[in-house]
């Protein structure tokens, strides 16, 4: 499934930052918050090509742009410039986009005005005026694509397609404000995708138009299947609560339309008898018009049952079991709507069901316990699934007063034994009143601990102090200054 346009775009960033600092805190343990992972600024101050495909520079530090920002989490390297400017200066734009070296040089189209991610980050209708915006270039670092292309299923942005080799350079046009579509001249190789309501025969008066068609994950055939067009609410518990709004069902040939789709955040969600269901996507819903396809596959539905263990394997009780990485076996993500986390009972056992027949991974988390290593993904349906936890350490770290600087914060940092890596264990954190770290539920290991202060440098760091942790003991360390 391809997204586009800024609102899409906008949910979806908030949205690997959670899936980010998930994985850093279960993979890395790291603390950092998730928002610290969007970089940024306003302005057309030029940037330095950090290794975009030649030409795009050109693009990128046009003096139309009001503001730019780099995603996603995880080694960053897709720049977004959003700018604003008439037919007449987006012409001379599109004339140094089609020089750029790149195989697939795409311009999506849109009705209504296009809105800033960075100068309105949360959509605050207080700011939707100075954040409006009449296109933005989307441009990768090809070795960052790389790298976000080997992250695991759940954790790849969705314009991340395993079976792309190149990623392609894109503009997104918006054709309600400064621009009109028809003085806009396109240079031959081009790629146009016209997403405006009239290119599908739809008029201004349906609102937003959200359509697709449900086929089956084995085959492709046409699905039965329901739409929930679902509004997001904030939980007091934290997470959302999914109010359906309204609905829609597949015709013969697997396609189903919503016009005029009711303003708000929401999701939606496809559900089909013997499936697994399937969240579409989310979206915020504006009150102008906009057309968005979502075509989707159902899979087959399936159960894991399974039973968490100690090293000695006995059976451990209140242990949370997640669920990531879900594929239906095509190496695509396949969000399921229903909770994730499950509890283990008295004698160890958890069942997740309505899952696709593909495959998953397991997280388990409790505290004092750990695991080894990262989930692997497994083949599902799957039966008496065997999870190993094991004690954990924990280690409070004390930063010498004379270590601390006259203003700012302290931040200590903990890495395993020859460095951060995927799967290892590592942790950075504040200190708090009383000058310390505490690090719970931590692997048993080697690792190096440091601190500096916050903000600071690299030049500021602290010597490494070794400890070995010792699973089920509690460690006290203390840092020690450059003398």
Same mark, same amino acid.
């Given at each position: 499934?391809?997204?586009?346009?800024?609102?899409?775009?906008?949910?979806?960033?908030?949205?690997?930052?959670?899936?980010?600092?998930?994985?850093?805190? /279960?993979?890395?343990?790291?603390?950092?918050?998730?928002? %610290?992972l969007i970089l940024g600024g306003e302005g057309n101050d030029p940037i330095?090509?950090?290794?975009?495909?030649?030409? %795009?520079?050109?693009?990128?530090?046009?003096?139309?742009?009001? =503001?730019?920002?780099?995603?996603?989490?995880?080694?960053?390297?897709?720049?977004?410039?959003?700018?604003?400017?008439?037919?007449?200066?987006?012409?001379?734009?599109?004339?140094?986009?089609?020089? /750029?070296?790149?195989?697939?040089?795409?311009?999506?189209?849109?009705?209504?005005?296009? %809105?800033s991610f960075w100068l309105n980050t949360n959509s605050a209708p207080e700011?939707?005026?100075?954040?409006?915006?009449?296109?933005?270039?989307?441009?990768?670092?090809?070795?960052?694509?790389?790298?976000?292309?080997?992250?695991?299923?759940?954790?790849?942005?969705?314009?991340?397609?395993?079976?792309?080799?190149?990623?392609?350079?894109?503009?997104?046009?918006?054709?309600?404000?400064?621009?009109?579509?028809?003085?806009?001249?396109?240079?031959?190789?081009?790629?146009?995708?016209?997403?405006? #309501?009239?290119?599908?025969?739809?008029?201004?008066?349906?609102?937003?138009?959200?359509?697709?068609?449900?086929?089956?994950?084995?085959?492709?055939?046409?699905?039965?299947?329901?739409?929930?067009?679902?509004?997001?609410?904030?939980?007091?518990?934290?997470?959302?609560?999914?109010?359906?709004?309204?609905?829609?069902?597949?015709?013969?040939?697997?396609?189903?339309?919503?016009?005029?789709?009711?303003?708000?955040?929401?999701? #939606?969600?496809?559900?089909?008898?013997?499936?697994?269901?399937?969240? #579409?996507?989310?979206?915020? +819903?504006?009150?102008?018009?906009?057309?968005?396809?979502?075509?989707?596959?159902?899979?087959?539905? =399936?159960?894991?049952?399974?039973?968490? +263990?100690? @090293?000695?394997?006995?059976?451990?009780? @209140?242990?949370?079991?997640?669920?990531?990485?879900?594929?239906?076996?095509?190496?695509?993500?396949?969000?399921?709507?229903?909770?994730?986390?499950?509890?283990? %009972?008295?004698?160890?056992?958890?069942?997740?069901?309505?899952?696709?027949?593909?495959?998953?991974?397991?997280?388990?988390?409790?505290?004092?316990?750990?695991?080894?290593?990262? =989930?692997?993904?497994?083949?599902?349906?799957?039966?008496?699934?065997?999870?190993?936890?094991?004690? =954990?350490?924990?280690?409070?770290?004390?930063?010498?007063?004379?270590?601390?600087?006259?203003?700012?914060?302290? /931040?200590?940092?903990?890495?395993p034994k020859g460095g951060e890596a995927v799967g290892k264990w590592s942790?950075?954190?504040?200190?708090?009143?009383?000058?310390?770290?505490?690090?719970?539920?931590?692997?048993? @290991?080697?690792?190096?601990?440091?601190?500096?202060?916050?903000?600071?440098?690299?030049?500021?760091?602290?010597?490494?102090?070794?400890?070995?942790?010792?699973?089920?003991?509690?460690?006290? +360390?203390?840092?020690?200054?450059?003398?």
């Open positions: 499934m391809r997204t586009s346009g800024s609102n899409w775009r906008h949910v979806c960033v908030l949205k690997w930052a959670r899936q980010a600092l998930l994985l850093a805190a /279960i993979v890395l343990g790291i603390t950092s918050p998730a928002s %610290a330095n090509d950090p290794g975009w495909p030649a030409g %795009a520079a050109a693009v990128f530090n046009t003096e139309s742009r009001i =503001a730019y920002w780099e995603g996603p989490p995880f080694g960053g390297g897709q720049y977004h410039a959003e700018c604003r400017g008439n037919a007449a200066v987006f012409n001379v734009v599109l004339e140094d986009f089609a020089k /750029i070296e790149a195989k697939t040089k795409r311009l999506v189209v849109h009705d209504g005005e296009g %809105a700011k939707k005026a100075a954040a409006v915006t009449d296109w933005t270039f989307i441009v990768w670092v090809p070795d960052s694509w790389q790298r976000q292309r080997k992250l695991p299923v759940g954790f790849r942005p969705p314009d991340v397609l395993p079976d792309r080799e190149e990623p392609p350079v894109q503009i997104d046009v918006y054709t309600g404000g400064r621009i009109i579509w028809s003085d806009v001249v396109v240079p031959e190789g081009i790629e146009v995708v016209d997403e405006r #309501l009239e290119a599908h025969g739809f008029k201004p008066a349906d609102g937003t138009v959200l359509e697709g068609v449900v086929t089956a994950a084995d085959g492709g055939k046409p699905v039965a299947a329901t739409i929930s067009i679902e509004e997001m609410g904030s939980n007091p518990e934290g997470g959302y609560l999914y109010t359906e709004k309204t609905k829609a069902t597949t015709d013969a040939t697997g396609r189903w339309v919503v016009k005029n789709c009711p303003p708000g955040q929401i999701r #939606l969600v496809a559900r089909a008898d013997g499936h697994a269901p399937r969240v #579409l996507g989310h979206r915020q +819903v504006t009150d102008e018009p906009r057309w968005a396809s979502l075509p989707t596959s159902l899979a087959k539905s =399936a159960t894991i049952t399974g039973q968490v +263990v100690d @090293g000695d394997g006995k059976p451990l009780e @209140g242990v949370k079991v997640r669920l990531d990485q879900v594929s239906a076996g095509d190496g695509m993500q396949y969000e399921i709507p229903d909770d994730r986390e499950f509890v283990t %009972a008295a004698d160890g056992r958890f069942k997740a069901e309505s899952l696709p027949r593909g495959t998953a991974a397991l997280w388990t988390w409790k505290e004092g316990y750990c695991k080894l290593g990262l =989930a692997q993904p497994m083949k599902t349906p799957a039966e008496d699934v065997v999870l190993k936890m094991f004690p =954990a350490a924990e280690v409070t770290i004390t930063v010498p007063e004379d270590l601390l600087p006259t203003s700012g914060g302290y /931040i200590v940092n903990m890495v942790g950075s954190g504040n200190i708090d009143g009383d000058r310390k770290m505490v690090f719970r539920n931590v692997p048993p @290991g080697e690792y190096r601990i440091t601190g500096r202060p916050n903000p600071g440098s690299a030049n500021d760091e602290t010597p490494p102090v070794a400890v070995d942790l010792k699973g089920g003991e509690k460690t006290e +360390v203390t840092l020690k200054s450059k003398s």
